[in-house]
């Protein structure tokens, strides 16, 4: 060991909260400039984020209204062998935040469709958005799909008419044509009358 203003130097890293081998607790992050804590847990990052121990992709809930999926601060995740979901599904890409707002690791699936494990849910502060030549290509894709969708939604719903607005046109169209089908009617009902009456008297004379 070699000691440096009151630090414990392990290699290349320093430790202030440690004492001669003695834990005396944790100093916070704004006095310990280690990117990595003597017990394995990453305290900080830069450049290429590498999962640890500590990284426990948390069970995911549903739908997050936050922005993370196109933040500069979600960055992907190194993992060095494998990493498996809360439920034991086996995960090929896994993405964390690097200013550590998430509960844990998030999958490349559940950040692309508003999932991230956000400890405070909604808006955040912190958000930097990336710019179009920078968004990861599954968002561009993803990003595409969902206005294809929308496209074809508004679609279906222009062909399908509300029930105010029945088939064919609006319901004062609906109404005109009732009442030129009920007039026709009566006319053909007049016609009949007309030529019974006729065939009556023929007969009668």
């Given at each position: 060991m070699?000691?440096m203003s ?9 430790f202030?909260?440690l004492?001669g081998h003695?834990?005396?607790g ?6 310990c400039?280690?990117?990595?804590c003597w017990?394995?847990?990453?305290l900080?990052?830069?450049g290429l984020?590498?999962a640890d121990?500590?990284?426990?992709p948390?069970r995911v809930q ?11 601060h979600a960055v992907?995740?190194?993992v060095?062998g494998?990493?498996?979901s809360?439920?034991?599904?086996r995960?090929g890409?896994w993405?964390i935040c690097?200013l ?11 950040l692309i469709?508003h ?11 912190s958000?930097v ?7 990861r290509?599954?968002?561009v894709r993803?990003?595409q ?5 929308s496209?074809a939604?508004?679609?279906r ?7 105010e ?6 319901l004062q169209?609906t109404?005109d044509?009732l009442?030129?089908r009920?007039?026709?009617d009566r006319?053909e ?7 019974s009456?006729?065939a ?5 004379a």
């Amino acid at each position: 060991m070699v000691w440096m203003s009151g630090c414990e130097t392990v290699g290349e890293r320093r430790f202030p909260c440690l004492d001669g081998h003695r834990y005396e607790g944790c100093v916070g992050l704004e006095l310990c400039s280690a990117e990595r804590c003597w017990n394995g847990r990453r305290l900080r990052s830069s450049g290429l984020v590498r999962a640890d121990a500590f990284d426990k992709p948390p069970r995911v809930q549903g739908y997050v209204g936050s922005g993370c999926g196109n933040c500069r601060h979600a960055v992907d995740l190194q993992v060095d062998g494998e990493l498996r979901s809360a439920g034991g599904r086996r995960i090929g890409r896994w993405t964390i935040c690097d200013l550590d707002l998430w509960e844990g690791p998030a999958s490349l699936y559940n950040l692309i469709n508003h999932r991230a494990p956000m400890k405070v849910p909604g808006p955040c502060p912190s958000f930097v958005d990336t710019p179009s030549e920078l968004m990861r290509p599954e968002i561009v894709r993803h990003r595409q799909v969902d206005r294809e969708r929308s496209q074809a939604r508004r679609l279906r719903r222009r062909r399908t008419p509300s029930p105010e607005q029945p088939r064919g046109g609006s319901l004062q169209d609906t109404q005109d044509r009732l009442r030129l089908r009920q007039r026709i009617d009566r006319d053909e009902e007049t016609q009949r009358d007309t030529r019974s009456s006729a065939a009556g008297a023929d007969r009668a004379a």
